[in-house]
């Protein structure tokens, strides 16, 4: 029988830690002590931050972004090329896009990827609202920069299909993108040089 070594606040910290990608229990208890003893210099800010962030963000109705402005800076852009839309898959690929500086378009996050193993079918996605966005005239292409992975290129082909009905035209990302890597873990140079050879779907 395992004994309970802290108070409530602690193992609640403990628990809520462990929820993260990439913390299992041993690491965010680590990273719970870690915090405590560093109570004024980093746990303090840090709720600070986090009521701040669960205050003011909020997803972007437009792109699915996450910003505190409504729509997004992103979207406000009056720089950007409004006539191609990047999809991809989460936040977190558009923000490696960015990183890279290698596009300057508008973009649309999905909220994932097809999955009908895990039960994530096309509603659960934010199509639609791409579909609704494509169809605009100013928009003549539709760049989809999913994952190389085998949900990829299945949620790839249905939004080929789905896009089929508008008049943009759609390419994916040039094959310089690793099966099987996700586009938060890579270099600039590679996504620099996938944006640059996209081809015509």
Do not use: F
């Amino acid at each position: 029988m395992s004994r309970k070594i802290a108070g409530p606040e602690i193992e609640r910290l403990i628990q809520l830690l462990g929820r993260l990608p990439g913390l299992g229990h041993r690491s965010a208890r680590k990273a719970a002590l870690s915090l405590v003893k560093r109570r004024n210099e980093l746990l303090l800010p840090l709720a600070d931050a986090l009521r701040d962030a669960a205050e003011r963000l909020s997803e972007c109705q437009t792109c699915g972004n996450i910003d505190t402005l409504q729509p997004c800076s992103i979207c406000r852009d009056e720089r950007r090329d409004a006539s191609l839309i990047v999809v991809v898959e989460e936040i977190g690929d558009l923000w490696a896009l960015e990183r890279a500086g290698v596009i300057n378009a508008r973009y649309h996050v999905l909220g994932g990827h097809l999955s009908p193993l895990d039960g994530i079918g096309p509603d659960r996605l934010n199509i639609p609202k791409l579909i609704e966005r494509a169809s605009d005239p100013v928009v003549t292409e539709v760049l989809i920069a999913l994952s190389s992975t085998v949900e990829g290129a299945s949620t790839v082909h249905y939004l080929r299909d789905a896009l089929a009905g508008t008049e943009v035209a759609v390419s994916e990302l040039a094959k310089g993108v690793p099966v099987g890597g996700e586009l938060d873990y890579l270099d600039e140079g590679t996504l620099s040089a996938a944006i640059k050879a996209r081809r015509r779907m």
